[in-house]
């Protein structure tokens, strides 16, 4: 289309003469393919619609699994100027800190394919999944404000976590400035039963086989090799975070004409970082994000103790250790190079994932040779991939990549078009383990409903931003 100018076959750019309110480019990284394949929904639309914001600097960027959604389109990515930027919950969204965690082990593809039905049992039992589901932990509003402010520590002192855990998650576990104050009695009802629990839609826990290597040097320093077991972990704030972000889009409402911001698309509301207003939503979407690291830790301390009353005695070792942790929702405080000068901005990631490249001091000393990992979950019954970041995805990025496939089709039409009993037996058929909380959840996520994995990394790897370390096949599958 006329929109979009060709950088590379990997990136694409709509200047801002396109549209007489646009303040900065947009910029997408996809194949001319998946751009097409876009075309049909509203993404498109939506990073334009962004770049209209005030106070944005460099460009917005698009993901290749990009996909509307509300205000901003999945896949984005934008920063904004501390001084004169704002802060929008729709770029951040509504399952704040929904992210991936991987955990390798040593047990071989062959040695726990006789054990998969007793082991998805025990998973299924340890990791409370579905709507509304509540967790055996069950904190008081106190306990909950402190986890907020601690994240992932909180389970460290706890005893639910260990200091590798800690060291290999982003950012350590949590961001500063949790402010348990700005959250509403309503958030703090819903999360206070909802640690170590699944969730539903397009949460997942999956066991999956490494199936190939493409950097051996950095598969090695993960500690990932060829025909071992691997596990994902995908889940965020689950209730909680989401009351976060309905309570702050009303809010903000107001906030908007209060300062004068003009918008394109009522879901942009925001606010000024420096704004009361602004502060008090970063201050209740940490507590979000926070939550969201010590979910995903709860539900490896308890994937551990599957592992454990499943497989001890019957494999040689069942220990599982943390690859890394990544969030793919979420509003942090970076430094970049912006005009060739070093500068903090605030980074609204949308359904896109950090991608540090190689020396970054924000991660882990481990990874620092090879850039951070960057954890990219398929749909079921299709692959996953490691990657990691680039000198390049700083460059051109603000060193992020992709989260994921990206969906092509809505949960209503995919219930529509795909039979829940029909997919579990094809799924079997593969020789995928599965357990699920209703046929029409799993048919809400049939991998017909995603876009091809595969032709996404192709995408992030052709445009520089990430590199290919493994791909990984499922052979267990978890859903709510």
Sequence with gaps: MDMFSKISDFEWEISPDFRSDMRVPVRVFASWSLIQDTLSDKSIEQAINVSTLPGLVEAVMVMPDMHQGYGFPIGGVAAADMEDGVVSPGG?????????????????????????????????????????????????????????????????????????????????????????????????????????????????????????????????VMGLYTGEIAVQIHTGSRGFGHQICTDFVRKLQGVV??????????????????????????????????????????????????????????????????????????????????????????????????????????????????????????????????????????????????????RVMSRSKAKHEVWGEDLMKRLEGQGIEVRAGSMSGLAEEAPEAYKDVDQVVESVVGAGIARKVARLRPVLVIKG
Aim: charged fraction near 25%; include cysteine; hydrophobic fraction near 35%.
């Design 92 to 220: 951040i969204g509504y399952d704040i800190n929904c992210g991936v965690r991987l955990l390798a082990s040593r047990i071989t593809a062959s040695e726990i394919k006789p054990l998969l039905p007793d082991l998805a049992t025990k998973i299924n039992q340890y990791c409370p999944s579905g709507v509304g589901v509540g967790s055996q932990l069950k904190l008081t509003k106190d306990e909950l404000r402190e986890a907020c402010v601690k994240g992932a520590r909180w389970a460290k002192a706890e005893g639910y976590a260990s200091a590798e855990d800690i060291r290999h998650t982003e950012g350590n576990g949590y961001l500063e400035g949790a402010d348990p104050d700005k959250l509403s009695e309503r958030a703090l009802e819903r999360g206070r039963t909802q640690l170590g629990t699944l969730g539903a839609g397009n949460h997942f826990i999956e066991v999956d086989v490494i199936e190939k290597i493409f950097d051996e040097n950095a598969a090695k």
């Design 257 to 406: 004409q209060k300062y004068g911001i003009v918008l394109p698309d009522k879901q942009l509301v925001c606010a000024p970082i420096q704004s009361t207003e602004g502060q008090d939503y970063l201050g209740a979407m940490r507590c979000g994000a926070n939550f969201a690291f010590l979910n995903r830790q709860l539900l490896a301390n308890n994937i551990r103790l599957a592992f454990e009353e499943a497989l001890a005695g019957r494999v040689g070792n069942w220990h599982l250790t943390q690859i890394y942790d990544i969030a793919h929702n979420i509003g942090k405080f970076e430094e970049h190079i912006i005009q060739g000068e070093k500068k903090t901005v605030c980074v609204h990631r949308k359904g896109a994932t950090r991608a540090f490249g190689p020396g970054s001091k924000d991660i882990p000393e481990k990874y620092k040779e090879i850039g951070q990992p960057v954890l990219v979950p398929g749909s079921m019954g299709t692959a996953s991939w490691v990657l990691t970041g680039t000198k390049t995805s700083m460059e051109r990025s603000f060193g992020s990549s992709c989260h994921g496939a990206g």
